[in-house]
C-alpha cells in the first residue's frame, strides 16, 4: 500500500500540491476565530480531564470535616474545599472527566442508533418507513427531559443508566434529521445507478449513502454533545446520575446548591465549567458545520458579496479612458479585436472589455481564470466565445456584472466599458440596475436558474417589475407577450406551469423571454443550448437568432460547439487558458483559422455524411492557469510548436482578413494540420468547415 502510495505521489505531485493548496477542514475551522477560541478551551479542558490520573491531585473523595468550606486558593486547595472537605479542583478534574465521557458516549450512541433508524427508514420507504417513524414520533411526544426522568426512574439512578436514557432521548433528533437527508437522496440517480450495476441495498446504503450524510451526521453530533453535557449534568444534579462519592459536574451543581449562600463558589466552579464546556463545545459544532458544507469550503458562502470584488491597484498607469464611441483609443493591438467587422464597424460598441483579468484566490495559490481578455460587442452583433471546458468562458461572462463569487473571485484588472461607462467603476446601485435589465443572462440549465416553486409566469413578472413601475396586471399582460415571443404554445396556461412541468426546450424559452423581460440591450448567454438535444438546440438558436435581429440586441454567446457558432454567431473569439488567442468573422475562423488549436476545435465537429471521419479529440490537457508556461500556452499540445513559442509573450496581431491570432506560426488558407491530431479521415488533409447543423436556422437569420 505505502509503494502504491508513494507511485501516486510522484506520478501526480502537482495534483498533490493542487490538493493541498485547497483549505483543509482544519484549516477553515481555525480560520473561524470563534471556533478556534472554542477547540482552544476545549482541548485545554479536556486535556487535563485525562490526565487527571497523572496530575498531582488530592483524593477526590477524601473527606476531611475540619478542612471544610475552605475559600479558594487557601493553602493546598487551590480551589478550596466543600461542605465535607473534599478538594474542589480534584473534584472538578475528576468530575469533568466523569461529565465529559458520559456526554460524549451518550452523543455517540444516540448518533449510531439514531442515524442507523433513520438512513434504514429513509431509504426503505414505505412500511418500515412508516413504522419507524411512527415510534420515534412516540417517544417525541414526550417531553424530552421527563422521558429521560421516566427511564432513569425504571432503570434506576446512577451514572450509566443516565447515559443511557440520555440516549435514547436523543436518538429521536438523528433518526429525524438522517432520515429526512436520505429519502432525498435515494432517489438520486446516482443511487439508482448504483443499484442497476448490482449492489445490494446494505452496500448502497454504506457505500452510495454513508458518505453523503456523514456531515449532517458529524454536524448534527458537534452540536448536540453540549446539550447532551448538559442534561446528564441536569440528571446528576437531581441525583438520578452519578452516585455518591463519586464526582461530575451535575452532582457538584447539586452538593453548592445546600451550600449557595454561605459558599457560592461550591456551585459557581461547576457551574463555570458547565458553560465552558458547552460554549466551547457549540462554537466548534458552528466551525464544522460551516466548514464541512462544501458551499462554504470552495468560499462562495462564506461572505456572499453582491458583487465580484475588485483589486485597489486595478488600473494600470498608462491606461487611457474607455472610448465612448469610437473603436480608437486604448492599446493598439488588443483594441482592435473585432474593429474589422464591416456589418456593424461605425456603430458604437455596447461592450469593450480591455485587458480583462479576473483571478482566483485559493489559499496561497492565485488562479487567473482571465488573463488579460480583450472583447467587443456592437449592437445588434452576435459574438460567439468559444474553447474548451475551464477556458475561462463563464468567467469572462461574469465578470462584466460582476457575478463571480468572492471570495474567491477577484477582477484584478481591466476595464468593463458598456456603452462607454466603466462597470468595474460603477456604483453597486448602477450594477444592480443593468442587472436583468439592459445587460440579461441566460445559464445552461434553466432548471437550476429558475425557481422551482413559483409558476413560471410570476417569476417573469416579478423579473419585469424589479425594473419597470408596471402595475401586476400589466406586468402580467407583457409576460404573456413574452410567452408568446418565444413561442411558447398556449401561453396563458403555461404561465401557471412550474419549472419542472416544462419540458427542457420549453423552461429555456422561458429563460430566454425573462432575459427578454425589460428590453435588454446585452443579452449574455452562457452555453444556453448545451443541455438541449439537438433537435430543441436548433429550435432555441433560430429563436435566439431571430428575436436578436428584430431587436437589434448585442448577444455574447458562450459555447464549446463550433457546430453551434456557425448558427448564430458574426463574430468569434477563441478561449484558451483565459486568454482571447484568435478573433475574427465567423465564415473566416471556420474556413481558414490561423490559429492551430482554432483549427484542432473545428475538426471535433462531426459532419453529416461523412461516417468516415475521424474525430480527433484535442489531446493533452490545458495548463494549470497558476502557473501558465512562458510564451504560448498552447504550445504543449501544439504540433506547429517551435522554439520561438515558448518564449516570451505572443500579442493577438493581425493575420489576414479580419483574423487576429495570438500565434508566431500561423496556418496559412487551406492549409491542414500536420501530424497528430487532424482531419486524417477527410480526403487530402482538406480544411473542413462544420456546415450548419441545421439548414435555414443562419439562411433565415441573414435575411433583415
Ligand atoms: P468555462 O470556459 O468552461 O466556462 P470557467 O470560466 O467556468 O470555464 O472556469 C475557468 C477557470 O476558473 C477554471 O479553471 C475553473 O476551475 C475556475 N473557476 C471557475 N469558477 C470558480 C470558482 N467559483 N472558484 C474557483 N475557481 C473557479
Ligand atoms: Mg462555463
Not at 311 to 336: N, W
Not at 475 to 483: C, D, G, N
Not at 650 to 656: F, Q, T
Request: with cysteine; glycine share 10%.
Amino acid at each position: 500500500m505505502t509503494g502504491a502510495a508513494a507511485a501516486t505521489q510522484s506520478a501526480a505531485p502537482s495534483q498533490q500540491r493542487q490538493r493541498r493548496e485547497r483549505p483543509s477542514t482544519l484549516a477553515l475551522i481555525l480560520n473561524n476565530r470563534l471556533a478556534a477560541v472554542g477547540l482552544g478551551i476545549l482541548a485545554v479542558v479536556v486535556l487535563a480531564a485525562l490526565a487527571a490520573p497523572i496530575l498531582p491531585l488530592a483524593d477526590p473523595d477524601a473527606t476531611d470535616p475540619a478542612n471544610r468550606l475552605a475559600p479558594l486558593f487557601s493553602a493546598g486547595h487551590l480551589l478550596g474545599t466543600d461542605a465535607l472537605g473534599r478538594d474542589m479542583l480534584s473534584r472538578l478534574i475528576w468530575g469533568t472527566r466523569v461529565s465529559l465521557l458520559v456526554g460524549f458516549s451518550a452523543s455517540l450512541i444516540a448518533a449510531f442508533f439514531g442515524s442507523a433508524i433513520g438512513l434504514v427508514a429513509g431509504y426503505a420507504g414505505g412500511r418500515a418507513d412508516q413504522v419507524l417513524m411512527r415510534l420515534i414520533d412516540l417517544m417525541m411526544a414526550f417531553p424530552y427531559i421527563l422521558l429521560a426522568l421516566a427511564i432513569v426512574a425504571i432503570l434506576g439512578p446512577g451514572l450509566i443508566n443516565a447515559l443511557y436514557a440520555i440516549a435514547i432521548v436523543n436518538v429521536p433528533f438523528f433518526a429525524r434529521n438522517i432520515r429526512g437527508i436520505t429519502v432525498g437522496l435515494a432517489r438520486r440517480e446516482f443511487v439508482d445507478a448504483a443499484r442497476l450495476s448490482g449492489k445490494g441495498p446494505l452496500r448502497i446504503l454504506w457505500s452510495d449513502i454513508m458518505p453523503n450524510v456523514l456531515p449532517t451526521i458529524v454536524i448534527t453530533l458537534s452540536t448536540t454533545v453540549g446539550w447532551m453535557i448538559l442534561e446528564t449534568a441536569g440528571l446528576s444534579f437531581l441525583g438520578l446520575g452519578a452516585q455518591p462519592p463519586q464526582a461530575d459536574l451535575g452532582s457538584m451543581l447539586g452538593d453548592g446548591r445546600k451550600v449557595m449562600f454561605t459558599a457560592p463558589t461550591i456551585s459557581l466552579v461547576p457551574g463555570l465549567m458547565i458553560f465552558l464546556i458547552v460554549v466551547s463545545i457549540n462554537l466548534i459544532g458552528d466551525g464544522i458545520r460551516d466548514a464541512l458544507d462544501p458551499r462554504l469550503r470552495s468560499g462562495a458562502l462564506a461572505r456572499p458579496s453582491f458583487r465580484t470584488r475588485m483589486a485597489k491597484d486595478r488600473r494600470r498607469p498608462q491606461e487611457e479612458p474607455i472610448p465612448a464611441d469610437t473603436s480608437g483609443g486604448g492599446h493598439p493591438g488588443a483594441d482592435r479585436a473585432g474593429w474589422n467587422n464591416e456589418d456593424h464597424r461605425d456603430e458604437a460598441p455596447i461592450l469593450a472589455v480591455r485587458d480583462l483579468r479576473t483571478d482566483f484566490h485559493m489559499g496561497s495559490e492565485i488562479y487567473h481564470a482571465t488573463g488579460g481578455v480583450d472583447l467587443v460587442i456592437r449592437p445588434g452583433e452576435c459574438l460567439g466565445l468559444v474553447g474548451e471546458s475551464g477556458s475561462g468562458k463563464s468567467v469572462t461572462a461574469m465578470s462584466i456584472m460582476g457575478l463571480v463569487p468572492s471570495p474567491p473571485g477577484v477582477i484584478a484588472g481591466g476595464r468593463i466599458g458598456f456603452k462607454g461607462e466603466d462597470l468595474a467603476e460603477a456604483s453597486d446601485r448602477r450594477i444592480r440596475q443593468l442587472r436583468g435589465g439592459a445587460v440579461s443572462h441566460v445559464f445552461q440549465d434553466p432548471l437550476a436558474t429558475l425557481h422551482p416553486l413559483f409558476c413560471v409566469g410570476d417569476q417573469i413578472v416579478e423579473a419585469i417589475r424589479a425594473h419597470q413601475p408596471l402595475s401586476r396586471r400589466d406586468a402580467e399582460t407583457k409576460a404573456r407577450e413574452l410567452l408568446d415571443l418565444v413561442r411558447i404554445p398556449n401561453a396563458a396556461q403555461r404561465m401557471k406551469a412550474l419549472p419542472h412541468e416544462l419540458s427542457g426546450g420549453l423552461r429555456q424559452r422561458v429563460s430566454i423571454a425573462m432575459a427578454l423581460a425589460n428590453d435588454p440591450e446585452l443579452i449574455i448567454a452562457d452555453e444556453p443550448t448545451t443541455a438541449l438535444d439537438v433537435t430543441v438546440q436548433a429550435e432555441v438558436l433560430r429563436l435566439l437568432d431571430e428575436l436578436r435581429r428584430e431587436r437589434n440586441t448585442a448577444v455574447l454567446f458562450i459555447t464549446h460547439d463550433f457546430g453551434v457558432v456557425s448558427e448564430i454567431a458574426d463574430r468569434v473569439a477563441v478561449m484558451y487558458a483565459g486568454r482571447i488567442v484568435e478573433t475574427g468573422r465567423t465564415e473566416e475562423i471556420l474556413t481558414q483559422p490561423a490559429h492551430p488549436y482554432t483549427r484542432m476545435l473545428i475538426d471535433c465537429v462531426p459532419v453529416m455524411g461523412e461516417p468516415e471521419r475521424r474525430l480527433d479529440a484535442v489531446p493533452g490537457r490545458p495548463p494549470a492557469v497558476n502557473r501558465l508556461p512562458p510564451g504560448c500556452a498552447f504550445a504543449d499540445r501544439c504540433p506547429r510548436v517551435e522554439a520561438d513559442c515558448r518564449t516570451g509573450e505572443i500579442p493577438l496581431e493581425d493575420k489576414r482578413g479580419s483574423l487576429q491570432a495570438r500565434c508566431l506560426h500561423p496556418l496559412s488558407p487551406g492549409e491542414a494540420l500536420s501530424g497528430g491530431a487532424t482531419s486524417k479521415g477527410s480526403q487530402g488533409g482538406k480544411p473542413h468547415r462544420p456546415e450548419p447543423r441545421y439548414p435555414g436556422a443562419h439562411a433565415q437569420g441573414t435575411s433583415p
